[in-house]
């Protein structure tokens, strides 16, 4: 009798030793999906990345030039404004001199307008001039958005002579410059200088720490990546297998693509860019 139970007995454990191996043999391992963040900026991206000045001067025409379209190239037209030698315009008490010889920007009617063609130029944050005045006056320089609200602004001391008087955004980019005094007094202005915002790379957010089983849908998620510029630029996502086996990636161009998982877990990359700034996330 005890042989035949110890039979029985060691018959059932190697039914569940079996049935143990089998249960291990078919689970399916979970894969382990880290989302992981890094910064790249190529050689080409690194002077765009940088804050960048566009100059006006006014020395390259002849003295009673109107100022027009001369400085479309650089991303800027100008109105309101005659390119004159200083030496021909005289203040009550004395010459208005140029900052740089030997024009200036001289202003009959009162008004002088700069309008910023933001694909060229950039976004223009600031903007200097150089002002000369008459007595009594107070010229100003006021900078507006792309939708005209007022920017930012700034008046020169009364009886300003060669006066440099500067304007920076408090919002969004500059995108029309006036100068003025708000009565249609006369004045000149010289030097002036549009500076665009130091592009800041886009932050690349892989997400956190996911699993899947082998076979499973995998979602990856970009979505907390952003642009810190103000106002935020548009950002594009691409996501790029770097190694293990290949798989079909769904929604490549995404903040969410998808793909199934398999046996070895492929690394993927998210690239997240803007112009040519370059931004990785990558899900390994």
Same mark, same amino acid.
């Given at each position: 009798?005890?042989?035949?139970?110890?039979?029985?007995?060691?018959?059932?454990?190697?039914?569940?030793?079996?049935?143990?191996?089998?249960?291990?043999?078919?689970?399916?391992?979970?894969?382990?999906?880290?989302?992981?963040?890094?910064?790249?900026?190529?050689?080409?991206?690194?002077?765009?990345?940088?804050?960048?000045?566009?100059?006006?001067?006014?020395?390259?025409?002849?003295?009673?030039?109107?100022?027009?379209?001369?400085?479309?190239?650089?991303?800027?037209?100008?109105?309101?404004?005659? !390119?004159?030698?200083?030496?021909?315009?005289?203040?009550?008490?004395?010459?208005?001199?140029?900052?740089?010889?030997?024009?200036?920007?001289?202003?009959?009617?009162?008004?002088?307008?700069?309008?910023?063609?933001? !694909?060229?130029?950039?976004?223009?944050?600031?903007?200097?001039?150089?002002?000369?005045?008459?007595?009594?006056?107070?010229?100003?320089?006021?900078?507006?958005?792309?939708?005209?609200?007022?920017?930012?602004?700034?008046?020169?001391?009364?009886?300003?002579?060669?006066?440099?008087?500067?304007?920076?955004?408090?919002?969004?980019?500059?995108?029309?410059?006036?100068?003025?005094?708000?009565?249609?007094?006369?004045?000149?202005?010289?030097?002036?200088?549009?500076?665009?915002?130091?592009?800041?790379?886009?932050?690349?957010?892989?997400?956190?720490?996911?699993?899947?089983?082998?076979?499973?849908?995998?979602?990856?998620?970009?979505?907390?990546?952003?642009?810190?510029?103000?106002?935020?630029?548009?950002?594009?996502?691409?996501?790029?297998?770097?190694?293990?086996? !290949?798989?079909?990636?769904?929604?490549?161009?995404?903040?969410?693509?998808?793909?199934?998982?398999?046996?070895?877990?492929?690394?993927?990359?998210?690239?997240?860019?803007?112009?040519?700034?370059?931004?990785?996330?990558?899900?390994?």
């Amino acid at each position: 009798m005890e042989a035949t139970r110890r039979a029985v007995l060691s018959r059932l454990l190697t039914r569940r030793s079996h049935f143990l191996r089998r249960s291990t043999a078919v689970r399916r391992p979970l894969l382990s999906l880290l989302g992981v963040l890094s910064l790249l900026m190529g050689l080409g991206a690194a002077s765009s990345a940088l804050a960048t000045t566009i100059t006006l001067t006014f020395d390259e025409f002849q003295t009673g030039t109107a100022v027009t379209n001369q400085y479309e190239n650089l991303g800027v037209l100008v109105s309101g404004a005659t !390119a004159l030698a200083a030496a021909a315009l005289a203040a009550p008490a004395s010459p208005w001199p140029a900052n740089t010889p030997p024009n200036i920007a001289y202003s009959p009617l009162g008004l002088m307008t700069f309008t910023l063609n933001s !694909a060229i130029t950039g976004n223009v944050q600031s903007v200097s001039a150089y002002l000369s005045e008459g007595v009594g006056v107070n010229v100003g320089i006021y900078a507006y958005d792309a939708l005209g609200a007022l920017a930012g602004w700034a008046i020169a001391p009364a009886n300003s002579v060669n006066t440099l008087v500067s304007v920076t955004s408090t919002g969004n980019p500059i995108a029309t410059v006036q100068i003025h005094d708000g009565r249609g007094a006369f004045f000149g202005v010289d030097t002036v200088t549009f500076t665009t915002a130091a592009d800041v790379m886009p932050v690349a957010n892989g997400g956190p720490t996911r699993e899947a089983e082998v076979g499973h849908l995998v979602t990856l998620n970009g979505g907390e990546s952003y642009d810190p510029d103000t106002p935020p630029q548009p950002s594009t996502f691409l996501w790029t297998q770097v190694s293990g086996p !290949a798989v079909t990636l769904s929604g490549a161009p995404t903040a969410r693509p998808t793909f199934t998982a398999s046996a070895n877990s492929p690394r993927r990359r998210c690239s997240v860019s803007k112009e040519t700034l370059v931004a990785d996330c990558a899900i390994r």
